[in-house]
């Protein structure tokens, strides 16, 4: 089975420019989440989407940060102007639902720089 | 506030050694604890879930033990291996209407020596 996909690995940008991830979950996982890990400290929700509704959102800096997942499958996360506060990793997850003992598959992440 | 606190911070064994990790969480209510690997630049793996009834359960050479009335958990690795270096992280749940939330401690950085 193939695992959660995320492209690019790693992506170094000036701040006030803009950066887009992308993420493929795992085939059939109705649940899809972006996570913002920063060095040294554990992964932190930024937005849950559950097919291609918004179930949480509210720690998503919303003045720069947007996200979509038009038809339910393939996720962006789109940072617009990038901070250097943004330096971080992205990690992508997908469960089969957002229910309670759905276990979350995480993506290899984008690790961002912001110079 | 709901908080997951791990200690060591940091954690340096020997090849073969046994080492023991902790975790303290203040979250409300409580669904259930998984310990998650994340190797360097990989993200984060499931080792072990454990709901409000089960006090431990075994994944080869990692155990887990919660005890629900202290709010504490610890994962045990046992006869280690290089490639037990990595991050443990403790995550807790929390089920709610509002669907399930997760609170994520910072980690136990592992390295295995020789």
């Known amino acids: 089975e193939a695992g959660v996909a995320q492209s690019p690995r790693y992506k170094i940008i000036e701040k006030r420019q803009s950066v887009a991830f992308w993420c493929n979950p795992i085939?059939?996982?109705?649940?899809l989440y972006w996570y913002q890990q920063i060095l040294g400290q554990g992964p932190k929700l930024l937005i849950q989407?559950?097919?291609?509704?918004?179930?949480?959102d509210s720690q998503l800096p919303k003045d720069r940060f947007s996200a979509e997942r038009l038809k339910g499958v393939d996720s962006t996360l789109k940072i617009q102007p990038a901070k250097l506060e943004d330096s971080a990793v992205y990690l992508c997850?997908?469960?089969?639902?957002?229910?309670?003992?759905?276990?979350?598959?995480f993506g290899p992440g984008t690790r961002l720089t912001v110079l | 506030k709901n908080q997951v606190e791990q200690s060591p911070q940091s954690l340096i064994i020997l090849e073969g050694k046994n080492c023991t990790l902790q975790?303290?969480?203040?979250?409300?209510?409580?669904?259930?604890l998984r310990w998650y690997k994340q190797d360097t630049g990989r993200g984060p793996v499931s080792l072990t879930i454990?709901?409000?009834?089960?006090n431990t359960k075994s994944n080869g050479r990692y155990t887990a033990t919660l005890d629900a009335d202290t709010k504490q958990s610890s994962l045990h690795i046992t006869a280690s291996q290089l490639s037990d270096s990595a991050s443990y992280i403790c995550?807790?749940?929390?089920?709610?209407?509002?669907?399930?939330?997760?609170?994520f401690g910072t980690g136990t950085q592992l390295k295995v020596e020789l």
């Open positions: 997850a997908s469960s089969f639902g957002g229910t309670l003992y759905n276990e979350q598959f």
């Open positions: 085939s059939g996982h109705a649940t």
């Open positions: 989407f559950q097919n291609n509704g918004v179930v949480d």
């Open positions: 975790c303290n969480y203040t979250v409300s209510p409580f669904s259930n």
């Open positions: 454990m709901t409000f009834s089960e």
């Open positions: 995550v807790v749940s929390s089920f709610t209407g509002g669907g399930n939330k997760l609170t």
